[in-house]
């Protein structure tokens, strides 16, 4: 995960319990890897 986060120049946000928008950050963060994740897939197995 480490690497893929250094490939895309991003890094991990943690934060407390206190501080909603850290975790709406976070959620979007993971979106869009999922979303890169999903990408990368379909055109992998996309014949050409």
């Given at each position: 995960m480490s690497n893929m986060l250094c490939?895309?120049?991003d890094r991990r946000v943690r934060g407390c319990?206190?501080?909603p928008?850290?975790?709406v950050?976070?959620?979007r963060a993971n979106q869009?890897?999922?979303w890169i994740i999903d990408?990368?897939?379909?055109t992998i197995n996309t014949p050409s």
């Open positions: 490939a895309f120049d319990d206190r501080c928008w850290i975790k950050q976070v959620e869009i890897i999922k990408s990368m897939l379909i």
